[in-house]
């Protein structure tokens, strides 16, 4: 029997840390003396409201989180927290339609980063401020933002972590989860203020690095001004940026053993990294033959741009120092594999994952042996890990969910009048979690505004399901899933 009321005991107590967020943010509005300041304040107390109807309704619950009462709660917490997200968009004018503010929201929880805000210089810091946040809370994950910040609101659980966490295989950095939570916020928060001091050594204003920082690091890819790093015309900064990005696309308990543990050849020796250096250095090169031969760029431009675009795609980051939609079409090809296989797991980067990426390589190169030599026991072993056979169903499982639920949004799409060129390039762009496309109509220097109020609110799923990986989501629509035996 699902525990709803420790369910809503939970999510009451989140509500409140997202409270303290919005305080945050009334505090910038009131040094900025900006119009947003009632908005954030009429807000702050709607949610403290909502915080206190989840906790009374959540009385009396008993501390038994079960695999079910996970899966719901993550889910849960993601809706609950974009719906609440969204007041201070709404009670402050600037975004008047629902629709849109919670679509706004959720990219920005999801870290797709896909906006429907053409004017981004319009809005006063602290709602500029907010976006940011959003990503850079849901960067680590909601619940395990919560676990690593305040454990005892969720108690640790393991079964929260695996509802939520990305990736096929689970690596531990310390066998308590909380310790583990707090490790890996430590190294985020290490990469958001590296970032910040490179952007700042290179001219950016304290606010700017501070905001480019958290969606940066966060792989989101919102930005406070129109044109995101293009705005600042600086080669120093799109180079830290690419820094900053390649670093959080990799995994951070690799990245822990690597660097804290002083275990560097396990970062050169780990499968996952070195196909995710690999679609770089491939990739890279291909734009940077294509634009030197059909764009007229010098090699140093094309380097610095290619790089730039090659390395925030494959991080599902999705900023431009450039307009890519200029660029010869075979380049977008290039850009769709790197939008499609995404980061390393366990980092903040979405998409498809470079670890299910090598296990499906090796486990078709098994199969052309197999055709060879049909009585070989043929075993998938990644770094040292042995795949077995229902974790390669499952991998093959999720392969399919991830295409039909892209190839039913695309359709969807075409069906209310959408081009097949945005139509499978959206779908794509939601279901990776990386936001802006390569399509003229909406792409590197257009908002999503102009996509159909249905097609919103499907997309806004979508990117839910991307982030929490299908399964979390899609488990809840199935009859079993509601059934107590």
């Known amino acids: 029997m699902l525990n709803i009321k420790l369910i809503y005991k939970i999510i009451g107590s989140l509500l409140f840390l997202e409270a303290v967020f919005l305080l945050i943010c009334?505090?910038?509005?009131?040094?900025?003396?900006?119009?947003?300041?009632?908005?954030?304040?009429?807000?702050?107390?709607?949610?403290?409201?909502?915080?206190?109807l989840f906790?009374?309704?959540?009385?009396?619950?008993?501390?038994?989180?079960?695999?079910?009462?996970?899966?719901?709660?993550?889910?849960?917490?993601?809706?609950?927290?974009?719906?609440?997200?969204?007041?201070?968009?709404?009670a402050s004018g600037y975004v008047s339609s629902p629709t849109d503010a919670f679509?706004?929201?959720?990219?920005?929880?999801?870290?797709?980063?896909?906006?429907?805000?053409?004017?981004?210089?319009?809005?006063?810091?602290?709602?500029?401020?907010?976006?940011?946040?959003?990503?850079?809370?849901?960067?680590?994950?909601?619940?395990?933002?919560?676990?690593?910040?305040?454990?005892?609101?969720?108690?640790?659980?393991?079964?929260?972590?695996?509802?939520?966490?990305?990736?096929?295989?689970?690596?531990?950095?310390?066998?308590?989860?909380?310790?583990?939570?707090?490790w890996i916020w430590s190294i985020y928060l290490l990469l958001t203020v590296g970032c910040a001091a490179?952007?700042?050594?290179?001219?950016?204003?304290?606010?700017?690095?501070?905001?480019?920082?958290?969606?940066?690091?966060?792989?989101?890819?919102?930005?406070?001004?129109?044109?995101?790093?293009?705005?600042?015309?600086?080669?120093?900064?799109?180079?830290?940026?690419?820094?900053?990005?390649?670093?959080?696309?990799?995994?951070?308990?690799?990245?822990?053993?690597?660097?804290?543990?002083?275990?560097?050849?396990?970062?050169?020796?780990?499968?996952?990294?070195?196909?995710y250096c690999a679609l770089v250095i491939i990739c890279t090169l291909l734009i940077v033959i294509f634009l030197c031969i059909y764009n007229n760029y010098t090699v140093d431009d094309a380097i610095r741009y290619g790089l730039y675009q090659v390395v925030?795609?494959?991080?599902?980051?999705?900023?431009?120092?450039?307009?890519?939609?200029?660029?010869?079409?075979?380049?977008?090809?290039?850009?769709?594999?790197?939008?499609?296989?995404?980061?390393?797991?366990?980092?903040?980067?979405?998409?498809?994952?470079?670890v299910r990426g090598v296990m499906i390589l090796k486990i078709v190169r098994n199969e052309f042996k197999r055709i060879l030599h049909p009585k070989a026991i043929l075993p998938v072993k990644v770094n040292d890990t042995n795949i077995n056979y229902s974790a390669q169903v499952t991998l093959m499982a999720y392969f399919a969910a991830y295409m039909f639920l892209a190839l039913l949004s695309?359709?969807?799409?075409?069906?209310?009048?959408?081009?097949?060129?945005?139509?499978?390039?959206?779908?794509?762009?939601?279901a990776s979690n990386i936001g802006p496309t390569l399509s003229l109509e909406i792409g590197p220097s257009m908002s999503w505004t102009t996509l159909p109020i249905a097609v919103k609110w499907i997309l806004s799923a979508l990117m839910l399901m991307g982030r929490l990986e299908i399964f979390s989501v899609a488990i809840l629509f199935t009859p079993e899933f509601w059934k107590d035996n």
């Not at 910038?28 to 009429?42: P, T, W």
């Not at 989101?220 to 820094?243: E, L, M, Q, R, W």
Request: with cysteine; net charge neutral; glycine share 10%.
């Open 410 to 430: 695309y359709l969807v799409m075409v069906l209310t009048g959408i081009d097949n060129t945005n139509a499978i390039t959206v779908a794509l762009s939601c």
């Open 55 to 90: 906790r009374y309704a959540g009385r009396n619950a008993t501390n038994t989180l079960g695999r079910r009462d996970a899966y719901l709660l993550v889910t849960l917490t993601w809706i609950i927290f974009s719906l609440f997200g969204c007041l201070p968009f709404l």
């Open 198 to 275: 490179a952007f700042y050594i290179f001219g950016m204003s304290i606010f700017d690095c501070l905001n480019y920082a958290m969606t940066v690091t966060a792989t989101g890819g919102f930005s406070t001004h129109n044109d995101p790093t293009g705005y600042y015309h600086s080669a120093g900064i799109d180079y830290s940026s690419i820094v900053f990005m390649f670093l959080a696309g990799i995994s951070f308990t690799l990245l822990y053993t690597s660097i804290f543990k002083g275990r560097i050849k396990q970062l050169f020796k780990n499968s996952e990294f070195k196909l």
């Open 312 to 354: 925030s795609f494959l991080t599902t980051t999705g900023v431009f120092n450039v307009d890519a939609a200029q660029w010869p079409h075979f380049t977008w090809v290039v850009l769709c594999v790197c939008m499609f296989f995404g980061g390393c797991a366990g980092s903040t980067a979405g998409g498809f994952k470079c």
């Open 103 to 182: 679509f706004e929201t959720m990219s920005g929880f999801t870290t797709t980063g896909a906006s429907v805000i053409d004017d981004v210089e319009r809005l006063p810091h602290a709602l500029l401020f907010w976006r940011s946040l959003t990503q850079w809370i849901g960067g680590l994950g909601i619940v395990f933002f919560t676990i690593a910040i305040i454990p005892s609101l969720v108690g640790g659980n393991m079964k929260v972590f695996s509802a939520e966490a990305t990736g096929p295989i689970r690596a531990k950095m310390h066998p308590r989860l909380t310790t583990t939570a707090k």
């Open 26 to 52: 009334l505090g910038i509005s009131l040094f900025y003396m900006e119009d947003d300041m009632l908005a954030f304040l009429l807000s702050f107390i709607i949610i403290i409201i909502g915080g206190i």
